[in-house]
């Protein structure tokens, strides 16, 4: 239990580190205002409301709200399952076949450094139909 309590809190200040570090380096014209002049308050204020931006975006859009909201909320469920799911996975893995601590941590960081541009990117393969959906959901008929 402790440990998918550690993966979950992972997910979730990983993701919010995540969007800020996407607010950042978007483009001028798609930059949200606080990345205009950015400040550690306001960078640390987005990690922490990172989760409300998909539901908040899905309430701009035209035509069924109902189901653009569902899948915001979907959309970040799924981001903290998937992480979430890594994150445990790393340290279970190393719990089983190390017993120091200090040593624990070196692989747990090694492990989701060199394993999540391997692992991550074939997951978002795999959710590219809940990707879909959220995009035909939100207005974008294909």
């Known amino acids: 239990?402790?440990?998918?309590i550690i993966s979950l809190l992972l997910a979730f200040v990983f993701s919010g580190i995540s969007q800020v570090i996407e607010d950042i380096t978007s483009s001028p014209v798609?930059?949200?205002g606080w990345a205009m002049r950015p400040t550690v308050g306001g960078a640390f204020w987005v990690a922490i409301i990172w989760?409300?931006?998909p539901i908040r975006e899905a309430c701009h859009s035209r035509?069924?709200?109902?189901?653009a909201?569902?899948?915001g909320v979907l959309h970040v469920l799924m981001q903290l399952f998937v992480l979430t799911v890594f994150f445990w996975g790393a340290i279970t893995l190393t719990g089983n076949f190390i017993d120091s601590t200090v040593w624990k941590i070196v692989v747990v960081g090694t492990i989701l450094v060199f394993g999540s541009p391997i692992i991550l990117p074939i997951v978002g393969i795999v959710i590219i139909p809940i990707t879909l959906t959220k995009t035909i959901?939100?207005?974008l008929h294909i």
């Open 1 to 4: 239990m402790k440990t998918i």
């Open 30 to 32: 798609n930059r949200p």
């Open 51 to 53: 989760f409300i931006r």
């Open 63 to 67: 035509g069924q709200l109902d189901r």
């Open 69 to 71: 909201i569902a899948l």
């Open 137 to 139: 959901g939100s207005g």
